[in-house]
């Protein structure tokens, strides 16, 4: 995630403050508090709302489409909770007079929060099932408008036309436009790269798909992903995936695509060779750095899935020496082992590692450290896998000397929860960690 839009989201939200602080003057400044309280929480989900239509541009400002899941996420709690603040802290002020609406517009206000809680507490309890979700999601633009017309017609102590009131129209109108765009306008206009299915593949518990371009075809980087609609068939809803495969010239691209839900489960049962379908993207920054510095890649189960990528792509590009641990359950059944031990003949630098958990074998941050002859200093980490095994892993290998910054990981989740516990385990590895450095100087000899 980009400190860039970190930033400019903060300097948004707290913008409105030097406009809200002369009211002070004459104004109720716990109810005044409330009102910057609901200002801020319009232009978080005016932001949010934009952020969720995947525009050019928004990777550069504010990190990979992945990241800015996870930041929409956040966005959506810290809104909730200032529009409930909002709620609970009295906003009424003396000696203001409203306009005809603003009696439907305290309703309306009311309606807006209630709905947007529910939807927003259906968004971080992942065992609603997905296309649920995701339909009850797209209500929330509903909801948002309501909170704007509540905005426009409330009683309050500036107008609408005044600079701070324009300005925070500004944002429930980007939230407004991006909803409909994405709701109503987005799906009439062509999007993405045609292609058609060349070849279907399953390979245990994946479905590999081949595809070929109608026209031009997709540009894409070892270990970005893209979205997915079959077109024509009941598989139309786009779905994102890893490319399995390294650029081609003809822009031919693969999928690897894991049976996890009812969507893929169905995509298993139903693609066909010769079917046609749209591919839109490519997004994510999950891709191998230029330079001699030694590499170490991790792939569990279908995380092996990018590694593909990258190591097809050493056969045309100089790197680092790389160390690919494939991380499996049973030795008898690897997707692409054979694929991955012909590249790794074919390059001198790359060495392919299986570690087979049915035979007892774990990947252990000591493991990689011995495998590196014990200096991580230099090393980049990728890796790709469960989210447990990549907190272990990371938390192990920064101890032993691993720069925080060289751990590369993608947040590959369309949903997750709000992470409370996450956070507690986060704060207890950071005093962990110092204790640790603490630790480390004091037992260093003095030169």
Same mark, same amino acid.
């Given at each position: ?32 508090f409330s009102q910057y309280l609901g200002s801020s929480a319009l232009v978080l989900m005016g932001i949010n709302q934009f952020i969720a239509t995947r525009m050019p541009g928004l990777e550069t400002v504010f990190g990979s489409l992945d990241r800015i899941y996870v930041l929409h996420k ?85 107008? #609408?036309?005044?600079?701070? @009131?324009?300005? =925070? !129209? /500004?944002?429930?109108? &980007? %939230? ?12 009439? #206009?062509?999007?993405?790269? @045609?292609?058609? =299915? !060349? /070849?279907?593949?399953? &390979? %245990? ?17 070892? @270990? ?15 779905h994102p995936f890893t490319l399995s495969g390294a650029p081609h010239e003809d822009r031919s691209l693969r999928f690897s695509i894991k049976d996890l839900g009812n969507y893929t489960r169905r995509l298993r049962r139903e693609v066909e060779t010769g079917m046609e379908a749209t591919v ?32 097809e792509s050493l056969k045309s590009r100089e790197t680092g020496p790389v160390k690919l641990y494939y991380c499996v359950r049973e030795r008898d059944d690897i997707p692409y082992v054979v694929e991955l031990e012909k590249i790794a003949e074919e390059v001198s630098g790359l060495e392919l ?95």
């Amino acid at each position: 995630m980009r400190i860039s839009g970190l930033v400019l989201i903060a300097l948004a939200c707290l913008l409105p403050i030097i406009w809200f602080v002369p009211l002070a003057a004459t104004r109720d400044p716990v109810a005044l508090f409330s009102q910057y309280l609901g200002s801020s929480a319009l232009v978080l989900m005016g932001i949010n709302q934009f952020i969720a239509t995947r525009m050019p541009g928004l990777e550069t400002v504010f990190g990979s489409l992945d990241r800015i899941y996870v930041l929409h996420k956040w966005l959506g709690v810290i809104a909730m909770v200032a529009m409930g603040l909002h709620d609970i802290v009295d906003a009424e002020m003396n000696g203001l007079r409203g306009g005809p609406l603003a009696g439907i517009a305290e309703d309306i206000g009311e309606i807006s929060l209630y709905g947007l809680l529910v939807l927003a507490l259906a968004s971080v309890i992942t065992f609603i099932p997905y296309h649920l979700w995701k339909w009850s999601h797209r209500l929330i633009g509903i909801f948002f408008a309501l909170a704007a017309f509540h905005f426009f017609f409330i009683e309050k102590p500036f107008s #609408v036309a005044d600079p701070l @009131g324009l300005y =925070i !129209s /500004a944002f429930c109108l &980007l %939230g407004i436009i991006s909803y409909l765009w994405m709701s109503l306008f987005r799906p009439m #206009v062509p999007r993405g790269h @045609g292609y058609k =299915i !060349s /070849a279907v593949r399953h &390979l %245990g518990g994946l479905t590999e798909i081949e595809l070929k371009p109608k026209g031009r075809g997709l540009k894409h980087k070892p @270990g970005q992903f893209a979205f997915l609609s079959i077109n024509g068939s009941g598989l139309s809803e786009e779905h994102p995936f890893t490319l399995s495969g390294a650029p081609h010239e003809d822009r031919s691209l693969r999928f690897s695509i894991k049976d996890l839900g009812n969507y893929t489960r169905r995509l298993r049962r139903e693609v066909e060779t010769g079917m046609e379908a749209t591919v839109t993207g490519p997004f994510g920054h999950f891709s191998m750095p230029f330079g001699r510095d030694p590499q170490i890649w991790i792939g569990a189960g279908v995380g092996i899935t990018p590694f593909i990528a990258f190591a097809e792509s050493l056969k045309s590009r100089e790197t680092g020496p790389v160390k690919l641990y494939y991380c499996v359950r049973e030795r008898d059944d690897i997707p692409y082992v054979v694929e991955l031990e012909k590249i790794a003949e074919e390059v001198s630098g790359l060495e392919l590692i299986i570690v087979n958990s049915a035979e007892g074998v774990r990947l252990t941050p000591d493991r990689v450290a011995t495998d590196l002859g014990g200096d991580l200093s230099q090393a980049h980490v990728f890796f790709c896998g469960p989210v447990a095994m990549r907190k272990a892993l990371r938390r192990g290998l920064v101890l032993k000397g691993l720069r925080a910054s060289r751990f590369h990981f993608e947040e590959f989740q369309m949903r997750t929860g709000i992470g409370l516990s996450t956070l507690a385990e986060w704060l207890w590895d950071r005093g962990i960690y110092a204790i640790e450095k603490r630790r480390a100087a004091r037992t260093q000899p003095a030169e």
